[in-house]
């Protein structure tokens, strides 16, 4: 027979490590299955990226993470995660996709990629960034449009239609542009956002006012072919040479996994996911939530520095019910 897990944390981001940590604080068994490697999301942020937040509000497990700026970049990220799995030794799989779980009696048979486990509680803490919003335009399957931005050295001396206006997209228009690409970005509305970090936002506004970065806004994408793009401007349509398309226009949660795990979701726009703020337990018993998952579609409610206590919430009320029985 194999191990009955007290919990089974799927996801293993900054969130669902500190599942694992307070997990250890409290006495029970679990195991953390990721479908990609440590901190996966992360990994696949832009190579140049910094924080938002400082150093101390990205800390977890009370292990302090030291930078050599005052807002981190994606590889002390990295290793900073890195070091805090290893101090607490914490028991992961990396590379093993949750397939399927089936609830039977007390008990949670979790199907993975690669193995099967019995839990008695389940913890999905799997984030947003594996789903991009598509523009579904003509084109938009052709290998030179991208929906994810690593590298700007990529793109130098490419003609680059970025599309959208968050802190990703204005950080994918400055980098390529400083590499030495033709950057154009499409804006839907009339700005750009107002969540753009705060010593970013005048860099792109003034890159715009000057005429080294072209952007249309209240603008959009309508179709993309091997060699031009058509955009829709308020003064018509015009088409653009063009050589790769950087669509930034956000992620959403895999609200199929959470539907399949019998988790309800609201049925307005936001699809928030079902559960008790207090101890993050969602509609079906045994399953809680941890994380940016919990917002559903309003992505930029939860980050790591406001959700390390679901984490606590969770052990909580989990050590409760497996200590009393």
């Given at each position: 027979?194999?191990?009955v897990?007290?919990?089974i944390?799927?996801?293993?981001?900054?969130?669902?490590?500190?599942?694992?940590?307070e997990?250890?604080?409290?006495?029970?068994?679990?195991?953390?299955?990721?479908?990609?490697?440590?901190?996966?999301?992360?990994?696949?942020?832009?190579?140049?990226?910094?924080?938002?937040s400082?150093?101390?509000?990205?800390?977890?497990?009370?292990?302090?993470?030291?930078?050599?700026?005052?807002?981190?970049?994606?590889?002390?990220?990295?290793?900073?995660?890195?070091?805090?799995?290893?101090?607490?030794?914490?028991?992961?799989?990396?590379?093993?996709?949750?397939?399927?779980?089936?609830?039977?009696?007390?008990?949670?048979?979790?199907?993975t990629?690669?193995?099967?486990?019995i839990?008695?509680?389940?913890?999905?803490?799997?984030?947003f960034?594996?789903?991009?919003?598509?523009?579904?335009?003509?084109?938009?399957d052709?290998?030179?449009?991208?929906?994810?931005?690593?590298?700007?050295?990529?793109?130098?001396?490419?003609?680059?239609?970025?599309?959208?206006a968050?802190?990703?997209?204005v950080?994918?228009?400055l980098e390529?542009?400083?590499?030495?690409?033709?950057?154009?970005?499409?804006?839907?509305?009339?700005?750009?956002?107002?969540?753009v970090?705060?010593?970013?936002?005048?860099?792109?506004?003034?890159?715009?006012?000057?005429?080294?970065?072209?952007?249309?806004?209240n603008?959009?994408l309508?179709?993309?072919?091997?060699?031009?793009?058509?955009?829709q401007?308020?003064?018509?349509?015009?088409?653009?040479?063009?050589?790769?398309?950087?669509?930034?226009?956000?992620?959403?949660p895999?609200?199929?996994?959470?539907?399949?795990?019998?988790?309800?979701?609201?049925?307005?726009?936001?699809?928030?996911?079902v559960?008790?703020?207090?101890?993050?337990?969602?509609n079906?018993?045994?399953?809680?939530?941890?994380?940016?998952?919990?917002?559903?579609?309003?992505?930029?409610?939860?980050?790591?520095?406001?959700?390390?206590?679901?984490?606590?919430?969770i052990?909580?009320?989990?050590?409760?019910?497996?200590?009393k029985?």
């Amino acid at each position: 027979m194999p191990e009955v897990f007290d919990v089974i944390i799927i996801g293993a981001g900054p969130i669902g490590l500190t599942c694992g940590i307070e997990a250890q604080k409290k006495g029970l068994t679990y195991l953390i299955v990721e479908k990609g490697c440590l901190v996966n999301s992360l990994y696949h942020y832009p190579v140049t990226m910094t924080f938002f937040s400082t150093s101390e509000k990205l800390e977890i497990g009370g292990v302090p993470f030291v930078s050599n700026n005052i807002k981190p970049v994606k590889a002390e990220a990295l290793e900073y995660y890195r070091r805090v799995a290893l101090k607490f030794n914490l028991n992961i799989r990396l590379f093993e996709e949750v397939l399927s779980t089936v609830k039977n009696g007390d008990y949670f048979h979790v199907y993975t990629s690669k193995a099967d486990y019995i839990a008695l509680n389940i913890i999905i803490s799997t984030g947003f960034y594996d789903i991009p919003f598509t523009l579904n335009i003509p084109g938009e399957d052709l290998p030179k449009v991208r929906h994810y931005y690593t590298d700007p050295h990529f793109y130098a001396m490419q003609k680059v239609v970025v599309v959208g206006a968050s802190n990703s997209a204005v950080d994918a228009a400055l980098e390529t542009y400083r590499k030495g690409a033709e950057v154009t970005m499409v804006v839907r509305g009339p700005d750009i956002g107002e969540r753009v970090k705060y010593w970013v936002r005048p860099d792109i506004i003034n890159r715009i006012k000057e005429g080294s970065i072209k952007a249309f806004f209240n603008s959009g994408l309508r179709s993309v072919s091997e060699d031009e793009v058509e955009i829709q401007t308020p003064e018509g349509l015009l088409v653009l040479k063009n050589d790769y398309v950087i669509a930034l226009t956000g992620y959403m949660p895999n609200f199929d996994f959470l539907e399949k795990m019998g988790v309800l979701l609201s049925d307005d726009e936001k699809r928030l996911p079902v559960h008790d703020p207090e101890t993050m337990e969602t509609n079906v018993p045994g399953i809680y939530l941890a994380g940016v998952v919990c917002g559903g579609m309003e992505t930029h409610v939860w980050f790591i520095e406001n959700s390390r206590d679901h984490a606590v919430r969770i052990m909580q009320d989990i050590a409760s019910k497996v200590l009393k029985n």
